[in-house]
């Protein structure tokens, strides 16, 4: 796959910036996604890992770079795009089969994962239940479920982060990445 036919420069210019500004406010995404990924020590290399609600990939790149396959779903046809170039561009494509799957109702067959982790994704489940019954269906008995999400100080500086990029859309609305987050 040629990166540059596939990345828009823009976007991809914008998403480190705020990748930055994410580590400026102390919540750096890699460090924690590898912290996370120091749970799954002791399994063995082949072990069966689902990675649910996957966004951009963040936490199956972690997992394929410390030498685990994985699986990682996630609902949304743009994140899976790419989560697709995220492991392109970082070489670890053949190690992250990315499936596009809603995670209140996982196709997997019970009890078939040795591992299942989730980052960051609990506060924009409206159907919380639902997915970690389904995380807990699919997780093999003695197998290990991690879940992990940002506290609420971290909650409010990413929130800050978003609200001065959404100011700087409005000044310059031309090419700008602008999430706007409600609660």
Do not use: W
Not at 12 to 28: A, F, G, L, N, S
Not at 72 to 92: F, K, M, P, R
């Amino acid at each position: 796959m040629n990166l540059n036919t596939h990345f828009n420069h823009d976007f991809t210019k914008k998403y480190i910036e705020r990748i930055e500004k994410y580590c400026q406010v102390r919540y750096d995404i890699p460090q924690h996604r590898e912290m996370l990924v120091q749970h799954l020590n002791g399994l063995p290399k082949d072990a069966e890992i689902l990675d649910v609600g996957t966004g951009k990939g963040h936490l199956a790149l972690a997992i394929a770079r410390n030498g685990f396959c994985c699986k990682s779903i996630n609902i949304s046809t743009d994140e899976i795009y790419y989560a697709q170039l995220n492991a392109v561009y970082y070489e670890v494509g053949e190690k992250i089969e990315l499936i596009e799957e809603d995670a209140r109702q996982m196709k997997f067959e019970d009890h078939c994962f040795d591992a299942v982790l989730c980052a960051d994704m609990i506060p924009q489940l409206v159907h919380l239940l639902m997915v970690l019954s389904e995380m807990y269906r699919v997780c093999k008995p003695g197998g290990l479920i991690l879940i992990s999400d940002i506290n609420d100080e971290s909650q409010r500086a990413l929130q800050a982060v978003h609200q001065q990029e959404y100011e700087s859309s409005l000044k310059n609305p031309r090419g700008s990445l602008c999430i706007r987050i409600r609660r």
